[in-house]
């Protein structure tokens, strides 16, 4: 919400995207100025020390003269974490080389629980 107004930013498009035991929300909201802006959240349930549950989130604000940028690092980020994967050497216990190739593309299962916070 606005601190002058009281009245919430325009809300022009979102999107949740659920993923794991995370949800994602993709939000474009509108300036005072009507420029646009993104925000990004991330929402994970937890449950509280009384045993309620209560949602943490996290935020990021992407601003419109930002998005080339972050949009870079971020094509960067991922194809570095796609070749480190497939580059990565493959424990005794693991599938054939072949069969590696086919579950490298499909990389769901990594888990940014392990990154810490």
Same mark, same amino acid.
């Given at each position: 919400?606005?601190?002058?107004?009281?009245?919430?930013?325009?809300?022009?498009?979102? &999107?949740?995207?659920?993923?794991? &035991?995370?949800?994602?929300?993709?939000?474009? &909201?509108?300036? *005072? @100025?009507?420029?646009?802006?993104?925000?990004?959240? +991330?929402?994970? &349930?937890?449950?509280?020390? /009384?045993?309620? =549950?209560?949602?943490?989130?996290? *935020?990021?604000?992407?601003?419109?003269? /930002?998005?080339?940028?972050?949009?870079?690092?971020?094509?960067?980020?991922?194809?570095?974490?796609? +070749?480190?994967?497939?580059? @990565?050497?493959?424990?005794?216990?693991?599938?054939? =080389? +072949? @069969?590696?190739? /086919?579950?490298?593309?499909?990389?769901?299962?990594?888990?940014?629980?392990?990154?810490?916070?």
């Amino acid at each position: 919400m606005s601190e002058r107004t009281n009245q919430p930013r325009e809300e022009i498009f979102s &999107k949740s995207v659920r993923a794991g &035991k995370r949800t994602y929300f993709f939000d474009v &909201k509108a300036t *005072k @100025s009507n420029d646009y802006y993104l925000t990004i959240t +991330e929402s994970k &349930k937890r449950i509280g020390d /009384d045993g309620n =549950p209560f949602y943490e989130k996290h *935020k990021i604000f992407l601003y419109r003269e /930002d998005f080339d940028k972050f949009l870079e690092g971020y094509n960067e980020t991922v194809a570095k974490v796609i +070749e480190l994967k497939v580059d @990565s050497p493959q424990p005794a216990s693991s599938p054939s =080389p +072949e @069969s590696a190739h /086919d579950q490298s593309s499909s990389f769901t299962d990594v888990s940014f629980d392990d990154l810490g916070n």
